[in-house]
């Protein structure tokens, strides 16, 4: 069975009943012993559990988030986990943590000849917004 087949993730928004589904999914595939695929787990839950935040501002759902996308870095050298992870410390307003993290993405995908997913507006969004917070 494919995993991604039975959830729906997207950039757009979405509705409750689906961040609720595929919450309780994934909570469910991550406690099986998972060898093939794990670190596209570790990301799909992630992004589950920012999504429920973004709905309800539960912080225990943006920890979780933190949480998943950590285990998808430093177990597999995730580079969408690392930015995801500055994301996440964002929205908590630890801009220190969020731009180091968004350096390292950087020259992660460099290192990794990458660089066509490097979307240097969002960085400078997220360099921005920083500034105008101190």
Do not use: P
């Not at 596209?40 to 992004?47: N, T």
């Amino acid at each position: 069975m494919k995993v991604r087949d039975e959830i729906r993730l997207t950039c757009g928004a979405i509705d409750s009943v689906t961040v609720l589904s595929n919450q309780t999914f994934l909570d469910s595939v991550i406690q099986l012993e998972i060898t093939n695929g794990k670190q596209k787990l570790l990301h799909d839950i992630g992004i589950v559990y920012y999504a429920k935040y973004l709905k309800w501002k539960n912080h225990t759902d943006i920890i979780k988030s933190i949480d998943y996308f950590t285990q998808g870095w430093k177990n597999y050298q995730d580079r969408n986990c690392l930015w995801d992870l500055g994301r996440c410390y964002g929205i908590l307003d630890d801009c220190s943590k969020k731009l180091r993290l968004t350096e390292l993405y950087v020259d992660e995908r460099v290192k990794a000849s990458e660089m066509e997913f490097i979307d240097y507006q969002q960085i400078y969004i997220r360099y921005k917004n920083c500034l105008n917070k101190s």
